[in-house]
Structure formats: structure tokens, C-alpha cells
């Protein structure tokens, strides 16, 4: 098992800070044990013995060409073509992707149209630009994509600039869920009807457990009216602060001119080409293979012991992702849980944080299932099971 600590605890050097006698399952953080720590050493060594200097000088604007040559095959062997090396460009990281998107394509005052629930950080990536975050209709199944038509039209007819629409359609955080078949074809077909652009986040894509994914919004759109985000965040590690946006050419070239990218050339460089040679080596589909499998373990020990501790919460298999989503109790709110839950020794993120004006969610709660051990999570789930029975009961009175 690899050391969680730093050689020198005084030293701050990880965003992870762990309670003590606190199960905290608000983390959406990798388990120390998936994160390919002596594989990526070779990496790194490999691109040092193929690329030499070239791994450490200024890099192409775009990003390398190794690695767009790897990750655009790699894509279009995941969804059956479609990548374009001129339609691609590296990032730090899918929330670097987002704020480079959101700069571009908003500007400040425009609405910008969200899915909720959705990833909270990437709803305040968003605010950061300045913009009015709009909740788009939804019903059971995600965006409802004519009643999206009709709020884009009447705010359009309102005098307001709508240029984007932000969601995560495939194994969704917080929900775990994915925006079903008909839904996607008929949200491109609205994009291109109307000129909103799709922010697509497909973090997750290739953290699936029963079943390959949904086609991404892109592939269907053919590269047009969506403009895709990925990561290698939870496929390899976040460390790594790396991952790509797949847009129209236009796009990237206008992300190449941006001022801070020409004068650093590139984003990200070394460790881009290191992610090249773990590609080519194929220790990534290796990697990625073996994280299922770690992940899934995880998912059905929590699903599993939430069923036998907390039989009144609903709880749903996700089919890929990190994440589950929950609805407590009639009656009974997250943040009236919360203190409960951590008198407990377990915690989890409130479900209205996950939505832009804060107003729902009141009765969900999300648990993440990737950063603790089986052992953990199997307590983690006796815990909340007799907090909820304690809250409950104290609702009750």
C-alpha cells in the first residue's frame, strides 16, 4: 500500500485533509493505491530516453504532437472515429478546460444555461467569468431539451446574450447518471437550431462499470455546436493537471493565440509528453482497465452495506463515475443529516451545492466512493445508516 502522508507533514503538498475518527465520503479524490505511481515513473523516463530536451523546452501551442497523435487515435478508437488532431487542444486539466472555454465563448453579463444538479466547482469556474447561471429545465431522465428551446428563446427575446450551455451528460457528478440516447441527439439538434454552444464535461467517459458509455454529444454532433471537455484526472491522476478540449478548428486556434499560451508555448508540456509514452507503451489502457475494476469493487461494497443499514434510501448503482446521489426521507433535509452524520464519524456533501442558485438539492446528499478502502466504506455505511436512523427519529419528535 502506498504512504499517504508527505515525508514532512509541516509541509502542506495535497488538497486532502482527512479527519480524525471522521469516514468523510464527500471526497471525489483517487485512492492513493489507483494512482499509477511506478508506471508513470517509467513514463517519464521513456519520453526522457525518446523526446531528450525536447520533453523540457517550450511546447507547441496546441500541445505536442505525440501526444495529439496518441489521444486523437485513442478517441476515435473509444467512439468509432471522429477525432480530428486539428480540433484538438491540450489543457491543465478539465477545470483549466472550462475557465479557457468560458473566457472565449461568455462574456460577462451573458447567461449562461446549466444542468442541475451538476459539478459545483464547475459551476463556480463559471461565476468566475462574471456570468448569470441559469437553471435549464429538467425532469427525470436530465435536460428536457424543448422546454430548454423555449426558456434560450424567451430569454433571447428578453434582450439577453445566451451563448452556452454547461452539463456533465455521462455518469454526471453528482448523480452518477447519464442523459439518455434520445435526450442527446435531440439537444444537438436544438444547439444547432438555436447557436448554443454544448459545454460538454465528459470527465467519466471512461470510468464505466456495467457497459460502455452513451455516444458523447460531440460524436454525435459531428464536432459541430459542442464543444468537448476530458481529463485524465480520474483516469490516471489529478496531479497530473492534464486533459484536452475537442472543438471546432476555429476554436483551437483561437485558443492557441490566447496570450498566455503563446508565450509559455503550450500548457503543460513535460508531463504531456510523458502522457504520450504511457499511451503509446499501452500502460494506460492497462491503467484504465485495472481503475474499473478497483472502483467498481468499491461502488457495490457501499451500495451493498447502504441496502442492509439504510433500507429507506433509494439507492441506485451508478453505472460509472465515483458518485452516488440520494434522497433522504420525506421530512428530513442534508444539512439537518450533516452534524448528525459527523457525530457518527461520517460524512458527505450536502445536495444543494449542487445546483446554481442553491435551492435544491435540499434533501439529497452525494457520497463519493473512490478515496476510502473497502473496509471504510463497508463502516462508512453502518455509520450513515444509524445516523439516519438517529435523525429520524429526532425529526420525528
Given at each position: 500500500m502506498?504512504?499517504?502522508?508527505?515525508?514532512?507533514?509541516?509541509?502542506p503538498?495535497?488538497?486532502?485533509?482527512?479527519?480524525?475518527g471522521?469516514?468523510d465520503l464527500?471526497?471525489g479524490?483517487?485512492h492513493p493505491?489507483?494512482?499509477p505511481?511506478?508506471?508513470?515513473q517509467?513514463?517519464n523516463r521513456a519520453a526522457?530516453?525518446?523526446?531528450?530536451?525536447h520533453?523540457?523546452t517550450y511546447?507547441?501551442?496546441t500541445?505536442?504532437g505525440?501526444l495529439v497523435?496518441w489521444l486523437t487515435?485513442?478517441?476515435?478508437t473509444l467512439?468509432?472515429?471522429g477525432?480530428?488532431?486539428?480540433?484538438l487542444?491540450?489543457?491543465a486539466?478539465?477545470?483549466h478546460?472550462?475557465?479557457?472555454?468560458?473566457?472565449?465563448?461568455?462574456e460577462?453579463?451573458d447567461?449562461?444555461?446549466?444542468?442541475?444538479?451538476?459539478?459545483?466547482?464547475?459551476?463556480?469556474?463559471l461565476r468566475?467569468r462574471?456570468?448569470?447561471l441559469v437553471?435549464?429545465?429538467t425532469?427525470?431522465?436530465?435536460i428536457?431539451p424543448?422546454?430548454l428551446?423555449?426558456?434560450l428563446t424567451s430569454?433571447?427575446?428578453a434582450?439577453?446574450?445566451?451563448?452556452l450551455?454547461y452539463l456533465?451528460?455521462?455518469?454526471g457528478?453528482?448523480?452518477?447518471r447519464?442523459?439518455?440516447?434520445?435526450r442527446?441527439l435531440e439537444?444537438?439538434r436544438?444547439a444547432?437550431?438555436t447557436?448554443l454552444?454544448?459545454?460538454?464535461?465528459?470527465?467519466?467517459r471512461?470510468?464505466?462499470?456495467d457497459g460502455p458509455p452513451p455516444?458523447s454529444?460531440w460524436r454525435?454532433?459531428?464536432?459541430r455546436?459542442?464543444v468537448r471537455?476530458g481529463?485524465f484526472?480520474?483516469?490516471?491522476a489529478?496531479g497530473?493537471?492534464?486533459?484536452?478540449?475537442n472543438?471546432e478548428?476555429s476554436l483551437v486556434?483561437?485558443?492557441s493565440e490566447?496570450?498566455?499560451?503563446?508565450?509559455?508555448g503550450g500548457?503543460?508540456?513535460?508531463?504531456?509528453?510523458?502522457?504520450?509514452?504511457?499511451?503509446d507503451?499501452?500502460?494506460?489502457?492497462r491503467?484504465v482497465?485495472?481503475?474499473?475494476?478497483?472502483?467498481?469493487?468499491r461502488r457495490?461494497?457501499?451500495?451493498?452495506?447502504?441496502?442492509t443499514?439504510a433500507?429507506t434510501?433509494?439507492?441506485?448503482?451508478?453505472?460509472?463515475?465515483?458518485?452516488?446521489w440520494?434522497?433522504l426521507p420525506d421530512?428530513?433535509?442534508?444539512r439537518?443529516?450533516?452534524?448528525?452524520?459527523e457525530?457518527?464519524?461520517?460524512s458527505f456533501?450536502?445536495g444543494?451545492r449542487?445546483?446554481p442558485?442553491g435551492?435544491g438539492?435540499l434533501?439529497?446528499?452525494r457520497l463519493?466512493?473512490?478515496?476510502?478502502?473497502p473496509d471504510?466504506l463497508?463502516?462508512?455505511?453502518r455509520?450513515?445508516g444509524?445516523?439516519?436512523?438517529a435523525?429520524?427519529r429526532?425529526?420525528g419528535?
Amino acid at each position: 500500500m502506498q504512504k499517504w502522508e508527505p515525508v514532512n507533514e509541516d509541509l502542506p503538498v495535497i488538497q486532502f485533509q482527512g479527519r480524525t475518527g471522521v469516514l468523510d465520503l464527500g471526497w471525489g479524490h483517487p485512492h492513493p493505491d489507483a494512482l499509477p505511481v511506478e508506471a508513470w515513473q517509467e513514463a517519464n523516463r521513456a519520453a526522457a530516453d525518446a523526446f531528450g530536451w525536447h520533453c523540457l523546452t517550450y511546447g507547441h501551442a496546441t500541445g505536442p504532437g505525440p501526444l495529439v497523435d496518441w489521444l486523437t487515435a485513442h478517441l476515435r478508437t473509444l467512439e468509432d472515429g471522429g477525432a480530428d488532431p486539428a480540433g484538438l487542444f491540450v489543457t491543465a486539466g478539465a477545470s483549466h478546460g472550462l475557465s479557457l472555454v468560458a473566457t472565449v465563448l461568455a462574456e460577462p453579463g451573458d447567461v449562461v444555461l446549466v444542468d442541475a444538479p451538476t459539478y459545483h466547482y464547475g459551476l463556480r469556474i463559471l461565476r468566475d467569468r462574471a456570468v448569470e447561471l441559469v437553471q435549464a429545465p429538467t425532469d427525470d431522465d436530465g435536460i428536457d431539451p424543448a422546454a430548454l428551446e423555449s426558456l434560450l428563446t424567451s430569454l433571447r427575446r428578453a434582450g439577453r446574450r445566451v451563448p452556452l450551455l454547461y452539463l456533465v451528460p455521462t455518469f454526471g457528478n453528482p448523480t452518477g447518471r447519464s442523459l439518455p440516447g434520445d435526450r442527446r441527439l435531440e439537444l444537438v439538434r436544438v444547439a444547432r437550431r438555436t447557436g448554443l454552444v454544448i459545454i460538454e464535461d465528459d470527465t467519466y467517459r471512461e470510468i464505466h462499470y456495467d457497459g460502455p458509455p452513451p455516444a458523447s454529444l460531440w460524436r454525435l454532433a459531428e464536432g459541430r455546436s459542442v464543444v468537448r471537455i476530458g481529463s485524465f484526472s480520474k483516469t490516471v491522476a489529478p496531479g497530473l493537471r492534464l486533459g484536452w478540449i475537442n472543438a471546432e478548428p476555429s476554436l483551437v486556434r483561437t485558443l492557441s493565440e490566447l496570450g498566455y499560451v503563446d508565450s509559455g508555448g503550450g500548457v503543460n508540456h513535460s508531463v504531456a509528453m510523458a502522457m504520450a509514452r504511457f499511451g503509446d507503451s499501452g500502460a494506460y489502457d492497462r491503467h484504465v482497465e485495472r481503475v474499473r475494476h478497483f472502483y467498481r469493487r468499491r461502488r457495490d461494497i457501499l451500495v451493498g452495506e447502504l441496502r442492509t443499514a439504510a433500507p429507506t434510501l433509494p439507492v441506485e448503482p451508478p453505472a460509472g463515475g465515483w458518485f452516488l446521489w440520494l434522497k433522504l426521507p420525506d421530512g428530513l433535509l442534508a444539512r439537518d443529516l450533516l452534524p448528525v452524520a459527523e457525530r457518527h464519524g461520517v460524512s458527505f456533501v450536502e445536495g444543494q451545492r449542487f445546483y446554481p442558485n442553491g435551492s435544491g438539492g435540499l434533501d439529497h446528499l452525494r457520497l463519493s466512493f473512490s478515496l476510502l478502502s473497502p473496509d471504510e466504506l463497508a463502516e462508512a455505511g453502518r455509520r450513515l445508516g444509524r445516523a439516519l436512523s438517529a435523525a429520524t427519529r429526532s425529526n420525528g419528535d
